[in-house]
């Protein structure tokens, strides 16, 4: 005769003898119900013989017990301080500018992904863009510059003005003159150039050139009155 374990006994005693050969959907049913409960109470059981370890007490030089938790708030304040002189090391260490720049231009690009995916010629953003830029073989650079310049003072001059008492004269008068003092320009003659740029006004004409317009202009002159001498001696004989 087959003996049985002692643990198919422990369980054959809590819901019963194995039955053998067709059973019904509730006896099955039942008999699931019962393995459930078993296995629940060995894990209960086991459960409550295993205890959890206590955590270990630390203590400093001196014997008294150290705070677990208020030592690694301290830590995370000290990671603070020093994640902050971190990034203000690596913020001087590149530059203000170059990190107002990088600001700006990332404000640019953001921007810039609002509008849609085409650029037309009316794109306003685009235009004053390439305007404010100054290049080096622009012969009008020098002029532009000196007028941001201006502006650049008028606009400071206006700032401290507007904190003092009102001015005499009506705004309408004071824009008049400035613009007049923009617009003013040197009246009398002057040797043409390539790029048609007048002198200041307060020029004393004398030319300081090294006279390479002044050639240049000659043999523009005499090339145009060659070929018009050409064309004549061509046309000469079909009359």
């Not at 849609?116 to 390439?130: F, H, K």
Request: proline share 4%.
């Amino acid at each position: 005769v087959a003996t049985q374990s002692s643990g198919s006994s422990g369980i054959n005693a809590e819901y019963g003898e194995r039955r053998g050969g067709l059973q019904t959907a509730n006896e099955l049913l039942a008999k699931l119900a019962k393995m459930k409960e078993f296995a629940e109470k060995k894990r209960r059981e086991q459960e409550g013989d295993f205890k959890v370890p206590e955590a270990p007490v630390r203590r400093d030089a001196q014997g008294n017990k150290i705070d677990i938790m208020l030592e690694q708030a301290k830590e995370s304040a000290e990671n603070e301080e020093e994640r902050k002189k971190l990034e203000k090391f690596v913020l001087y260490s590149k530059g203000l500018v170059q990190h107002k720049e990088a600001l700006a231009k990332k404000a640019d690009n953001s921007y810039e992904m609002t509008k849609p995916l085409a650029r037309y010629a009316e794109d306003t953003d685009y235009n004053s863009l390439l305007k404010s830029k100054s290049r080096e073989e622009d012969p009008m650079a020098m002029f532009t510059e000196k007028k941001k310049k201006k502006k650049s003072k008028k606009s400071k001059k206006k700032k401290k003005k507007k904190g003092k008492k009102k001015k005499k004269y009506s705004d309408s008068e004071s824009e008049s003159s400035s613009s007049e003092s923009e617009q003013e320009e040197y009246k009398g003659p002057a040797p043409p150039n390539r790029f048609g740029i007048l002198p200041g006004p307060k020029w004393d004409g004398v030319d300081r050139s090294n006279g390479y317009e002044k050639l240049l202009f000659m043999k523009q002159a005499e090339k145009l009155a060659l070929k018009n001498e050409q064309y004549k001696y061509s046309t000469a004989f079909d009359m």
